[in-house]
C-alpha cells in the first residue's frame, strides 16, 4: 500500500472548516482513500473514502487531487467534538487490512 | 447497543500472568480483525477472520498470542505470559465483508501489564 505523509497536528477555530491534508504521492491507480478519525479512549471511526471523485456525506467532504498524489478531509463547521487524531489510509483493493500511520492531532480552539 | 463490544475495558495483570480479551462483533459481519496500539501510535494490525477462518497473522503476533473466533461470531485474543511490552490498547474491528467496507471498531481493552 502507498505510504501517507500527514502534519502531525493541526489547531481550527470553533465553527470553521477544518482542512486536513495528506499526501500519498506513490499511490497507484486501483488504490482508495480513506479516512479514519479517533477520539481520545475510543476505537477509529470511518469517515468517509474515495478512490478518484470528490466524495461528500454528513461528516465531511473528500477532495482527491486529478493526479491523485494528494488529498484533503474537509470537516466544514469544526465543532469541539472533532477535536481527534484523524489517520489518511491508502488502501489496495485487493489488501485486507487498514495500515494506520500517526495521522494528524486536530484540535478545536473554542 | 448493536456496535463492537469489548470485554473487559480494562486489564491489569502481573508479568508472566494470562489473559484474554473477548470481542462481540457487529451481529452478521463476517470479518473481524484485531489491533494494538501503544500511546502516540495508529493502530497496528494483528489478525483477522473471515467467520471462523483465521486468513492473516502479523508478525507482531508471537507465539506468545493466539486468537481465536470458533463459531464465527465473538473472538478472543489471548497472551500467554505476558510482558510489559504487551501493554497496550487492544481493538477489535468488524465489518459485513470486504476491507473496502467502513470497519467498525470496538472502544478497546487496555492491557497493563506490572
Known amino acids: 500500500d502507498a505510504k501517507t505523509t500527514q502534519p502531525p497536528s493541526m489547531d481550527c477555530a470553533e465553527g470553521r472548516a477544518a482542512n486536513l491534508p495528506c499526501n500519498h504521492s506513490?499511490?497507484?491507480?486501483?488504490?482508495?482513500v480513506y479516512w479514519y478519525r479517533q477520539i481520545h479512549s475510543q476505537g477509529p471511526q470511518y469517515i468517509i473514502h474515495?478512490?478518484?471523485n470528490n466524495e461528500t456525506n454528513e461528516m465531511a467532504s473528500l477532495i482527491i487531487t486529478e493526479d491523485r498524489k494528494s488529498s484533503t478531509l474537509i470537516l466544514p463547521h469544526a465543532t469541539l467534538r472533532d477535536t481527534a487524531v484523524y489517520y489518511c489510509?491508502?488502501?489496495?483493493?485487493?489488501?485486507?487490512?487498514?495500515?494506520f500511520g500517526t495521522g494528524t492531532r486536530l484540535t478545536i480552539i473554542p | 447497543d448493536t456496535g463492537v463490544s469489548q470485554n473487559p475495558r480494562h486489564k491489569i495483570t502481573k508479568r508472566g500472568q494470562n489473559v484474554t480479551f473477548r470481542c462481540d462483533p457487529i451481529s452478521e459481519h463476517n470479518r473481524l480483525y484485531w489491533y494494538r496500539q501503544t500511546l502516540g501510535q495508529g493502530p497496528e494490525f494483528l489478525t483477522y477472520f473471515q467467520n471462523e477462518a483465521q486468513l492473516e497473522k502479523s508478525r507482531l503476533l508471537s507465539d506468545r498470542f493466539s486468537a481465536e473466533r470458533p463459531k464465527g461470531s465473538f473472538s478472543t485474543l489471548e497472551i500467554q505470559r505476558t510482558e510489559q511490552g504487551d501493554s497496550a490498547m487492544y481493538l477489535c474491528?468488524?465489518?459485513?465483508?470486504?476491507?473496502?467496507?467502513?470497519?467498525?471498531f470496538g472502544s478497546g481493552t487496555q492491557l497493563s501489564v506490572l
Open positions: 489510509i491508502v488502501i489496495n483493493f485487493g489488501n485486507e487490512k487498514l495500515t
Open positions: 474491528a468488524s465489518t459485513p465483508g470486504a476491507i473496502n467496507e467502513k470497519l467498525f
Open positions: 506513490t499511490i497507484s491507480g486501483n488504490e482508495y
Open positions: 474515495g478512490l478518484k
